[in-house]
Antibody, heavy 122, light 110 residues
Framework: EVQLVESGGGLVQPGGSLRLSCAASGFTFSSYWMHWVRQAPGKGLVWVSRLNIDGSITSYADSVKGRFTISRDNAKSTLYLQMNSLRAEDTAVYYC???????????????WGQGTLVSVSS | QTVVTQETSFSVSPGGTVTLTCGLS?????????PGWYQQTPGQAPRTLIYNTKTRSSGVPDRFFGSILGNKAALIITGAQADDESHYFCVLFMGSGIWVFGGGTKLTVL
């Protein structure tokens, strides 16, 4: 069974940092592109970032570019999101999601984790 | 900056058919935007319904259809049921590795 489990969320002060993790199981993690998507309380979904299978190709939403870094450890089957210079508007539930085509970008986000809440407040 | 547009809310009667759309503030949606559709109920993670314009995700009933209608992507739900009452989000690939979600449509079944 495919599972994605996010962790690392919590309360952080503005300007602070957090690193989110997404532990994958039930599939060959190293064969799939991965994404982060966030959702502020009561708001819609917002795409954050994506990463290819070996970590060599990344992209970011303008709102996080230069502050967030996506990465992966295929040996540990884990996706990461390093978030620096956090702002109040970064407060959201952060979801990881898998692009469901093996080996390439498939434009199909088939599995989602349950999310981890990041709260940025003083 | 291009905005992805969706209806804010929609109502459908049980058993009825509803078409939700996903457009662009500038230009037309095409298959090259690889439209995806996601269903979300409060407190839950999104569920993938449709990807790549019209491909139904595994386990999604064939009451859900994706297509391009005119200059927009569309999610068509036939035979609406009470548990279709949810928020529906579309996402479009804007090129250069960038994806943009629409603001979502709250669907009421009554």
């Amino acid at each position: 069974e495919v599972q994605l489990v996010e962790s690392g969320g919590g309360l952080v002060q503005p300007g602070g940092s957090l690193r989110l993790s997404c532990a994958a199981s039930g599939f060959t993690f190293s064969s799939y592109w991965m994404h982060w998507v966030r959702q502020a309380p009561g708001k819609g979904l917002v795409w954050v970032s994506r990463l290819n299978i070996d970590g060599s190709i990344t992209s970011y939403a303008d709102s996080v570019k230069g502050r967030f870094t996506i990465s992966r450890d295929n040996a540990k089957s884990t996706l990461y999101l390093q978030m620096n210079s956090l702002r109040a508007e970064d407060t959201a539930v952060y979801y990881c999601t898998r692009d469901g085509i093996i080996g390439r970008e498939g434009y199909n986000w088939d599995y989602w984790g349950q999310g981890t809440l990041v709260s940025v407040s003083s | 900056q291009t905005v992805v547009t969706q209806e804010t809310s929609f109502s459908v009667s049980p058993g009825g058919t509803v078409t939700l759309t996903c457009g662009l503030s500038s230009g037309s949606v095409t298959t090259s935007h690889y439209p995806g559709w996601y269903q979300q109920t409060p407190g839950q993670a999104p569920r993938t319904l449709i990807y790549n314009t019209k491909t139904r995700s595994s386990g999604v009933p064939d009451r859900f259809f994706g297509s391009i209608l005119g200059n927009k992507a569309a999610l068509i739900i036939t035979g609406a049921q009470a548990d279709d009452e949810s928020h529906y989000f579309c996402v479009l690939f804007m090129g250069s590795g960038i994806w943009v979600f629409g603001g979502g449509t709250k669907l009421t079944v009554l």
